[in-house]
């Protein structure tokens, strides 16, 4: 068995495995093995990593199962202890993964990590997609120590300390293969979006730990797939949101929450119709909520499943807070702000 597989899943991107693998390979060829899983793609990846890029290892997939069950496929021919998912719009640095293994081996308590993120357009700045640590509020808002919804803080050291998450990003996540396996991988069902949260939260009902670990650094681009402000990636976010509090939240709480969403989506419905004007986005809300209510009784085996192993209904990184109250009207627009 391996001791590390770097793991880049790709999706006719060509332009971005020339602009970031030689990075990756240079900077983890001496501590990992580097793979690249290719859903199906139609442009020339595969060429590519052919002719420029020999020595990474390719899996080829046999149609485009989206990120998570993208990985699931992938992740079934790799035998190594620790597996990262790497996005493909990712620059590494030198030595990265090493502080990543060196917690991992002397903390067996520990299930994912992740480092730090900061863009790859400004590197004084956080990246939106997972900073350095990801949170949820009480209902269901992700985010991060250095970015509350569009707000993304320069990074002045002030996150550098590592800490307990509640979910770490699926832009760069170490995960235990042990770990990843016994929870049955990423839930291939969300296609992609919230599945790394979902998968985190699963751990932690567990009694794993999630940890982002800030001494190592890479650097971000995001949105490489479905940009911001992309109706289907509206869709997905507002579905498979609905569908991990459905999957993972304590049963005295459950309907609680889902209640104030209903009221909380219809507001971010109107919002996008009535102030940005956006018929399509709005659809995308509504469209998201709806066919969390048409499958959500194909998660009943899951919930129920993952509440019997539950060993504590206080999920660490799980706030009690709202982040749309503190962002919103309290106008707290950073992580060291948030208070409650």
Known sequence: MEKTAVVILNWNGADMLR????????H???????????NASTDNSCQLLAT?????????????YGFAEGYNKALQHIE???????NSDVEVTRHWLRPLTKFMDSHPEAAVCQPKLLSAADHDSFEY???????IDRYGYPYCRGRLFDTVERDNGQYDRPCRVLWATGAALMVRSADYRAAGGLDGRFFAHCEE???????????????????????????GT????????????FRNNLTMLYKNLPADELRHVLRVRRWLDWLAAAEMLVLKRNMAECRAVLQGRRAFYHWRRQFD???????????????LGRTRLSLLWQYYVRGRRRFSQLKG
């Open 129 to 135: 997609a997972g900073a350095s640590g990801g949170f």
């Open 52 to 64: 420029e890029f020999p020595a990474v290892k390719l899996i080829r997939l046999t149609e485009n």
């Open 80 to 86: 190594a202890e620790y597996m990262v998912l790497l």
């Open 197 to 223: 949260i979902d998968l985190c939260w699963r751990l932690g009902i567990l009694g794993r730990q999630v940890w982002c670990l800030p001494e190592s650094v890479v650097y971000h681009v995001g949105g």
């Open 28 to 38: 983890s060829a001496a501590d990992a093995t580097v793979y690249v899983a290719d």
């Open 19 to 26: 602009r970031f693998l030689p990075s990756v390979v240079r």
């Open 301 to 315: 085996h899951d919930r129920s499943s993952i509440q019997a192993q539950r060993r504590s209904t206080d999920d």
């Open 226 to 237: 479905l940009p911001k402000g992309n109706p289907r990636k509206t869709f997905l976010n």
